[in-house]
């Protein structure tokens, strides 16, 4: 019996529940409730009687009802209650069928903007076990009770079923489209890729895997499934050429498919922010005139270098930065030394003066004072004996001759501790104490954190000069020791220029930075960070007055001005397909104008890019825009192009477990389309790369004539030579050996080419080696949100992109004295060949057999970031790690072990 339609009786009444209305008969008149007041009705039961009330206040008393009577009248209004829950739900349902329904019927893919539309919509869930509580499951009707269930499932799982459906589908009916869109057909990844119409794609693609395949093809298939009219369309590039090839591309591939492609249109980004800017205010910016010549570091060196000459505290700060701080750790459990001392066979920091000091700190010292003109003796034994059977004598750090004072520099952090390593260091402190309290020595006294964090400098310049020394501040003073290297002049400004790009695209101004050093960032917060932030706000205004002289605007202005216009509503070009080319590359500003464009309901966006290659920090990229895609454009999708059409698998193998090491980075594989392995990446060890450079060409243009390696359409052979750096250029030999197209290229320039052959040259360790060390300034953290604080990240990412230029085989060319750190992991993982046979496996030679056999490398085990070589000291030769003297480790020469040397 259907309870919604049941009826009870008593001595003189009648009561019937309908879907309509409670109806009560008794001879005085008919009570009649409508179904809406009726659900607000409960009951209360007594011995002999239940009282039906409306919140609290008292409708009808019914004699003569049973106990059952009662339970089974107040399960019938309880079900009345759910009624409008119920048709909800099976509204909801039907809703949410007809959208399935359409989308299996149509092919079209149900987006994460529509899901999110039928979650918004969905009734409160739980309907069904409140219904079962009360055991009246059974009073559903088949539809109810589909509904009822239908609404507890997991509505994403459900879509997703059928965009599954879709997928398929697609895969199968639209194969011709897939295989003719482009030159060679779309792989499988690639299709499944243009099909997936969700809101949010992001697509990580492989270097090499097709990517402006994939975004040609998701074009033509948006218009030709009738998904955006062409006009609707709007692909984003990162510079001009990489515009113009997408355009040509799209006309090209639509033209030969059939497909009008009037409307699409590619454009860079800061080409779109200037007509963004342009529309919203009738007057279109221009950009400013240096950086139409280059990316802004010329006009940053020009505006430091007149600020030096007229404002003699800026250049003070200058100096003082480039020449003392911009070197100095941040950690004091950093420790790398640079030196040796010879007399003390102890490791350490070189200095201007010529001393090996013990510590950054102690360097910092040191060289502050030398550049004083602060006569001073390092570690000079004290004046009295104080040895005892716990300490041999005491050398205090520095002693000033010229004032008969002590000086003690301290490894103590903010906190007053030590470096994790010191043991009894408290103790050491007090004893150094008391021995000048006792002997009536003067003590002058810094710590680490002081003279980085605090006003340390300050105070050893005013204890001093107020006890006679005459400071000399002269910052040209010339160096005891060349190799104690301070950064570049240019370097400090491209680090300005870096800083810059960040915080112009994040709309940061002063507050906002010191609200970051304030917070998270306030590891950072101190003397040298102000010192620094003193200069970039001097620069900034600098350049802000240039820009309003010339009325003009930089890349950064322009990017956020667009933005604000596109999310505030103010202007909208009306595209609904956004298609967005190497992703990892966009800064703040670039994420925001995105967004703008996809402010409205009906927009799509498809970014494509690849983390392992976000190499370029310097202009501004953000890796966390791509890192939290979801945070910036919402819930979405992520695929992956993992096949690469360029190399080799041994080289897809050897630089993906590089890169991929960095947990921050998206984990993901990377496979070769081509069936053969390919020769294994190579390493030549020579302290002649020109030589070993030529050597390495002319074999391979020996085997191109013998047939050995066989040649392009062209009939030649593509090498790219790889450097870390301009200056590496004048590497190439001056005469190319015949059949071959060489062409050198620094990594950053040769980002999205390739070649047959690559030879990476500098696989060296230092300022100037790869990786960089002159590029990792914490300072710069303070200007980007999410810091990547894993070691060498950036160079890591920049050398995946040298190794995955190759199509055939790479080669990296190293000093054995001074091997790359990033070679000697390679060669402890195992990862490549060393002086081996290289890419042609019959040449009967190869580059590295010229000037005799050299032995196996080996990894130092002291500190894994160094090769055993061979030294020479009192007792002979012996083993010694390559990056002596940051590392000490020795192990004896064996007789019958060959010896490793350069040539």
């Not at 081509?674 to 390493?683: A, I, K, L, S």
Request: hydrophobic letters at 40%.
């Amino acid at each position: 019996m259907n309870i919604s339609e049941s009826t009870w009786s008593g001595p003189g009444w009648t009561l019937t529940v309908s879907g309509t209305a409670v109806t009560v008969v008794r001879p005085e008149g008919t009570m009649t409730v409508t179904a809406t007041a009726a659900r607000q009705l409960t009951v209360r039961r007594k011995w002999f009687h239940c009282s039906l009330y409306d919140q609290g206040h008292l409708v009808l008393r019914l004699h003569g009802i049973s106990r059952a009577g009662s339970a089974s009248l107040e399960r019938a209004l309880f079900r009345l209650s759910l009624d409008p829950a119920i048709d909800a739900a099976v509204s909801w349902h039907d809703s949410v069928a007809r959208v399935f329904l359409g989308a299996k019927t149509h092919q079209r893919w149900v987006p994460r903007e529509t899901l999110d539309l039928l979650l918004a919509s969905r009734p409160p869930q739980g309907l069904l076990a409140r219904v079962r509580a009360v055991g009246l499951e059974g009073t559903l009707t088949a539809e109810e009770r589909d509904a009822l269930v239908f609404l507890d499932a997991d509505l994403a799982r459900a879509a997703a079923s059928v965009n599954d459906a879709v997928m398929e589908s697609e895969l199968v009916s639209r194969r011709e489209f897939f295989d003719t869109i482009e030159k060679t057909p779309l792989t499988d990844e690639q299709a499944r890729a243009v099909i997936c119409f969700d809101s949010r794609v992001q697509v990580l693609a492989a270097a090499g895997s097709g990517k402006t395949s994939l975004m040609v093809a998701r074009g033509a298939y948006a218009v030709t499934r009738g998904l955006v009219a062409p006009e609707r369309i709007l692909l984003l590039a990162f510079n001009r050429d990489a515009a113009s090839e997408l355009q040509e591309r799209v006309e090209a591939r639509f033209a030969a498919a059939g497909i009008d492609p009037t409307g699409v249109r590619a454009s860079t980004f800061h080409s779109f922010g200037l007509e963004v800017i342009g529309r919203a205010t009738g007057v279109k910016p221009r950009l400013a005139s240096w950086l139409d010549r280059g990316d802004g570091v010329e006009m940053i060196e020009r505006i430091v270098d007149e600020r030096r000459d007229r404002d003699p505290q800026f250049r003070r700060r200058w100096d003082l930065y480039r020449l003392l701080f911009a070197r100095a750790p941040v950690d004091i459990e950093e420790h790398e030394p640079d030196g040796w001392d010879p007399d003390k066979k102890e490791n350490g920091y070189r200095t201007f003066g010529g001393d090996v000091v013990r510590s950054h700190g102690e360097r910092l010292i040191a060289d502050f004072l030398y550049l004083n003109g602060v006569t001073y003796e390092y570690e000079r034994p004290y004046l009295h004996t104080v040895a005892d059977s716990s300490h041999s004598q005491y050398r205090p750090d520095f002693y000033y001759p010229e004032i008969d004072v002590w000086h003690e520099h301290w490894a103590l952090d903010r906190d007053g501790n030590p470096p994790s390593s010191f043991r009894n260091y408290a103790e050491s402190m007090q004893w150094k104490r008391a021995i000048h309290a006792k002997n009536g020595t003067t003590l002058i006294e810094t710590t680490f954190a002081g003279v980085l964090w605090g006003d340390g400098l300050t105070r050893l310049a005013r204890d001093l000069t107020r006890r006679g020394v005459t400071l000399d501040w002269n910052p040209d003073r010339v160096q005891r020791d060349e190799r104690a290297e301070p950064m570049k002049h240019e370097e400090l400004c491209r680090l300005v220029r870096t800083f810059m790009s960040h915080v112009k695209s994040s709309s940061w101004d002063k507050d906002a930075i010191e609200r970051r050093l304030d917070g998270d960032l306030h590891r950072l917060a101190g003397f040298k960070s102000r010192l620094f932030l003193q200069l970039y706000w001097t620069i900034a205004a600098d350049w802000e007055r240039r820009l309003a002289d010339e009325k003009a605007v930089d890349f950064e202005d322009m990017l956020v001005q667009a933005a604000d216009y596109l999310e505030s509503g103010r202007v909208d070009f009306g595209y609904e397909l956004i298609l967005v080319d190497e992703f990892q590359d966009a800064s703040r500003a670039r994420a925001r104008l995105v967004r703008g464009l996809l402010a409205k309901p009906g927009r799509y966006l498809l970014a494509v890019g690849d983390d392992w290659q976000s190499i370029n920090r310097f202009a501004g990229a953000d890796l966390s825009v791509m890192t939290e895609f979801s945070q910036w454009f919402g819930e979405g999708t992520q695929l992956a192009l993992t096949t690469t059409f360029r190399c080799p698998q041994t080289i897809c193998d050897v630089a993906s477990h590089f890169v991929s090491k960095n947990p921050k980075q998206f984990r993901k594989s990377m496979h070769s389309a081509r069936t053969e392995p390919g020769v294994p990446v190579d390493v030549l060890r020579s302290d002649n790369p020109a030589a070993t450079l030529a050597r390495y060409l002319e074999i391979l243009s020996e085997c191109v004539a013998n047939g050995s390696v066989p040649v392009s359409h062209s009939g030649t052979i593509t090498v790219d030579v790889l450097g870390r750096y301009h200056f590496e250029r004048s590497v190439l030999p001056r005469v190319v050996p015949a059949s071959l197209d060489v062409t050198f290229r620094t990594v950053h320039a040769a980002k999205g080419l390739e070649a047959d052959y690559v030879v990476v040259l500098g696989m060296v360790s230092g300022i100037y080696g790869f990786p960089s060390t002159a590029t990792d300034d914490p300072v710069v953290q303070l200007a980007m949100p999410v810091p990547d604080t894993y070691e060498h990240a950036e160079e890591r990412r920049l050398f995946y992109v040298a190794l995955t230029r190759a199509r055939r085989a790479v080669t990296l060319i190293t000093d054995p004295n001074r091997m790359s750190p990033f070679v000697v992991e390679l060669i402890a993982d195992h990862q490549v060949t060393v002086d081996g046979h290289t890419s042609w496996h019959d040449a009967g030679a190869t580059a590295s057999s010229e000037g005799g056999e050299l032995a196996p490398v080996q990894v130092c085990p002291g500190c894994e970031k160094g090769t055993l070589v061979e030294r020479s000291g009192r007792y002979g030769k012996f083993l010694g790690c390559s990056t002596f003297p940051r590392c000490t480790y020795t192990k004896a020469l064996r007789p019958e072990m060959p010896t490793p040397r350069s040539r």
